[in-house]
């Protein structure tokens, strides 16, 4: 499988016979090269949206329309899309699975908020989450936004994920510290890439800490619109 970072919490995941983007915010990322936005969306199959803040859902009504590909996420926020935004949807909620071609995805916790903003004030989207991606015994996990939850443990249990993609930035998700926590005491990660950092100031700008406290896990830190083959 091949994941590129998209910057902040995006990601172009090709696994099985699915390209998905994963929460793709590239316009107004002070990460993400404009000028790169046709290489992350080419070919994409799916979209995959953990919850409704613009950080991650900035980009994906654009690319679902221009690719005419269904995005897919909790029930209560792609039903309101699929109403008022005519994009097709694979809408479900926690505990849930779909299969996307050869590759099944599962909805699971997290703890955060989720809600997109308006002129009258933030509308509530239905609750946030992260995925279990997983294709020919191989699983991804994907966090989306979140803090340390005793959760993990059953995700570990249930699902076994090889490669974790966790938050660390802080101030709105775990850090680097207690995403290592997470990773050390409920997963067995061969491989671990950080996101949710370095975006704004406000976030943590290095992963360092993360590596320094996880010697027998591949923590893989890359470049914007880096490949890494898995």
Same mark, same amino acid.
Request: with cysteine; aromatic share 10%; net charge negative.
């Given at each position: ?43 994409? =199959?799916?979209?995959? /949206? ?7 859902? $900035? ?5 679902? &329309? ?17 109403? =008022?935004? $005519? ?6 909620? &926690? ?9 099944? /995805? ?20 239905? $609750?946030?989450? $992260? ?14 936004? =979140?803090? /340390? ?34 990773? &050390? ?13 370095? =975006? ?31």
């Amino acid at each position: 499988m091949k994941i590129t970072w998209l910057g902040h919490s995006g990601f172009r995941i090709e696994i099985g016979d699915q390209i998905l983007l994963v929460d793709p915010w590239l316009a107004g990322n002070p990460m993400f090269p404009d000028d790169r936005r046709a290489e992350a969306i080419a070919g994409a =199959t799916h979209i995959l /949206v953990s919850h409704g803040h613009f950080d991650h859902t $900035g980009d994906i009504l654009a690319i679902a &329309k221009e690719l005419e590909i269904p995005v897919v996420g909790i029930f209560d926020l792609i039903s309101w899309w699929e109403s =008022t935004q $005519g994009i097709a949807g694979v809408g479900f909620n &926690k505990g849930g699975t779909v299969r996307l071609g050869e590759v099944s /995805v599962t909805m699971v916790n997290a703890l955060h908020s989720s809600s997109i903003g308006s002129d009258s004030g933030p509308i509530y989207t239905g $609750g946030e989450a $992260g995925y279990m991606i997983e294709h020919d015994g191989r699983t991804i996990y994907f966090s989306g936004d =979140t803090d /340390v939850t005793m959760d993990m443990e059953l995700y570990e249990a249930l699902h076994h994920p090889e490669i974790g993609i966790l938050c660390a930035g802080g101030h709105f998700t775990m850090d680097m510290k207690r995403a290592a926590y997470a990773a &050390k005491t409920f997963f067995d990660f061969k491989t671990l890439i950080p996101c949710h950092y370095r =975006t704004f100031p406000l976030l943590e700008q290095s992963a360092d800490a993360l590596v320094a406290a996880l010697p027998d896990v591949d923590v893989k830190t890359p470049e914007v619109m880096e490949t890494l083959d898995l």
